[in-house]
């Protein structure tokens, strides 16, 4: 487990590595864009036009000091330095999962229980009833990529390999 420092300090490791590769891919646009125009002879576009220093290092100031706020947050739950700067990297999207997180109380005010859309629940956010059945409010894309959004479970595998859990007492293939 890390102390509080050790979060904060990994954590904004962490977001100070997403905020390099950021950076990264915009020289790396602002190269292409010289090649193309180097080729096509036109002038050669200027580095002001894909990086805005004012502006980027606001954004990579806020996005080190929200890798520390995460670290430190969660620097209990941290097995080591990696995990602390992966919740660095990630800490935007993190902490607005943390506070957006509903509580158990608020889901009873709510009016919501699991599995709640297949008993006709309004309100309930439609899902399976039963875990891995397919879900008749999403609709499946027949030209959807296997693993895509969208894609069917059926198509992700082959069906040779999707078969009903054996139930008890019974001996599976």
Not at 16 to 34: I, N
Not at 79 to 84: K, N
Not at 158 to 165: D, E, G, L, M, T
Request: proline letters at 10%.
């Amino acid at each position: 487990m890390l102390s509080g420092a050790e979060g904060a300090l990994y954590g904004a490791g962490g977001g100070l590595v997403v905020e390099a590769v950021v950076t990264f891919g915009r020289l790396h646009a602002w190269q292409q864009a010289r090649h193309v125009s180097r080729v096509a002879g036109d002038v050669l576009p200027k580095l002001g036009a894909y990086i805005d220093p004012p502006a980027d290092s606001l954004a990579a100031l806020f996005r080190v000091v929200l890798g520390c706020a995460a670290g430190w947050l969660l620097h209990g739950e941290l097995g080591g330095m990696l995990a602390a700067v992966a919740v660095g990297a990630s800490a935007p999207a993190v902490l607005a999962q943390m506070g957006s997180a509903t509580t158990v109380t608020e889901a009873l005010q709510l009016g919501t229980t699991p599995g709640a859309a297949a008993e006709g629940v309004p309100g309930a956010a439609p899902g399976p009833a039963v875990p891995g059945a397919p879900n008749p409010a999403v609709p499946q894309s027949a030209s959807a990529a296997p693993g895509a959004p969208g894609a069917s479970v059926a198509s992700a595998a082959p069906a040779s390999q999707v078969s009903p859990a054996p139930a008890s007492g019974e001996v599976g293939p």
